[in-house]
């Protein structure tokens, strides 16, 4: 059976080395539609999703990579090949290529992966922890974890917790030596600890609102970090002010190493979401993890 597959093989090589179902529709002179259910229905037989493609761009996933790896330079590698990838009948098999930022790991991807390894010990799982904005597509991941306003419009979301905030915190020695800032503009005479956008490079304005007026603060200080957990140790021994993810500093909040400043403009966000390309919903491993994602994150509210 798998031999006959061979065809549509040929056609996820010519997309995969071009990037593009178009250029592969002209070099194979095929239409453009013909290339497109040529890999549907390889990926159909295989039970997994080997390209993901939004409108920007085309990419192998885990499972196309190791295809294209192995039967690429012979088609008579490719029985052996498409075994290597094809799943057993309710067997979950393959591999998982996630984005995540760092403040998500100890709320909701550390709990997650956990459940989701123990309940699925055949997927491989990489998780790349990073503060940047990354595309998913173009650079080989299945899915991410993001505060909602980072996500693109394309994209399938997966609310994974409630609505939390954004806060100003400092140590009571600080405020008691420097003073308690009343309005957001007094941001700009002490000494806060800021960090660079790893995306813009750029230092990040603290983002406050009050009703429906909001603020920008070019916030300055001695010490840029890109590391919450130095801001938040920074701030805890008096070095400075610094702008944290509320659910972070709840331990300092409640023991007093730390207290709220500028509360009624903390800024509120959605919350962090699961978000993956709408074709790759036919991935067995991703599907898994989805309901996983979607079970915690229901147990939780």
């Not at 990419?59 to 190791?66: F, H, Q, S």
């Not at 009948?89 to 909701?108: D, I, K, Q, W, Y």
């Not at 956990?114 to 173009?138: C, G, K, N, Y």
């Not at 962090?272 to 790759?280: D, E, G, K, V």
Request: hydrophobic share 45%; aromatic share 6%.
């Amino acid at each position: 059976m798998k031999t006959a597959l061979l065809p549509q093989l040929h056609v996820l090589l010519t997309v995969a080395r071009l990037r593009s179902f178009s250029g592969a529709a002209r070099e194979l002179g095929v239409s453009t539609p013909a290339v497109s259910k040529a890999v549907r229905v390889l990926e159909e037989q295989l039970r997994v999703v080997l390209l993901n493609r939004t409108t920007r761009s085309v990419a192998l996933t885990e499972a196309g990579r190791r295809l294209v790896e192995e039967a690429g330079p012979g088609l008579g590698q490719a029985v052996e090949a498409l075994a290597h990838v094809a799943a057993q009948p309710g067997e979950a098999v393959g591999s998982l290529r996630l984005s995540a930022p760092p403040m998500a790991v100890p709320f909701v991807v550390g709990p997650l992966l956990s459940t989701f390894r123990e309940r699925h010990p055949r997927v491989e799982v990489e998780m790349v922890i990073e503060q940047r904005f990354v595309d998913l597509v173009a650079e080989g991941y299945d899915a991410g974890v993001r505060l909602s306003e980072a996500i693109e419009r394309d994209m399938v979301q997966l609310r994974l917790t409630d609505a939390f905030r954004f806060v100003v915190v400092g140590a009571p020695r600080y405020l008691e030596r420097h003073g308690m800032p009343r309005k957001p503009e007094d941001l700009l005479r002490h000494e806060c600890i800021t960090f660079r956008s790893h995306t813009t490079g750029t230092l990040y304005a603290w983002e406050l609102e009050r009703g429906r007026r909001s603020w920008r603060v070019p916030v300055r200080g001695g010490v840029v970090t890109n590391d919450g957990s130095v801001m938040k140790y920074l701030a805890e021994s008096g070095a400075g002010l610094t702008y944290a993810f509320e659910p972070e500093v709840r331990e300092q909040l409640r023991s007093g190493t730390l207290v709220r400043v500028l509360e009624a403009y903390a800024p509120t966000v959605p919350g962090f979401f699961l978000y993956y390309p709408s074709r790759a919903r036919r991935s067995g491993p991703l599907r898994l993890f989805v309901e996983t994602a979607r079970e915690l994150a229901a147990k939780a509210r």
